[in-house]
């Protein structure tokens, strides 16, 4: 009976140290999923339900920024890598600039513009610039893959 006991107690630990384990990857923090990987421009929406209502466009990447990847550093420096493919007026190949990120506010800053964060995961990070137009506003959203 007490080794039962003991086999209930260990049980017990282990599915309650499981559920602690999961949480804390779904509260993973975005600077951890910005700097996981590097990443390409989406061509794809992989969730379209984070859309903001409004005016919605996406980004049109052009087919010479298909292949330029983006590194976004922990030292708030994100690196744009310029592929083979080149667009008029690239000139080198990488361009680096400073990135900062409000978690409270979920604004994302990229060489001094700011977006708004509308979802961020290691599969997608989509961000949105709003800007006034004629009846209300327009939002164009980039994605990241």
Known sequence: MKKIGQIFVVATLIIVASFIGCKKDENEEIIDVIT??????GLTDLNTHTN???S???YAVLECEQ???FTFKADGTLVRNFSTKKCEG???ASKTVNYSYNKEIKELTIDGVKYSVVEENRSQLKYILTTPATSGVSNKIYLLH
């Open 36 to 41: 996981s990987k590097t990443w390409k421009f």
């Open 52 to 54: 903001p209502s409004g």
């Open 56 to 58: 919605n466009t996406y």
């Open 90 to 92: 690239d000139v080198g």
């Open 67 to 69: 292949d330029d990847t």
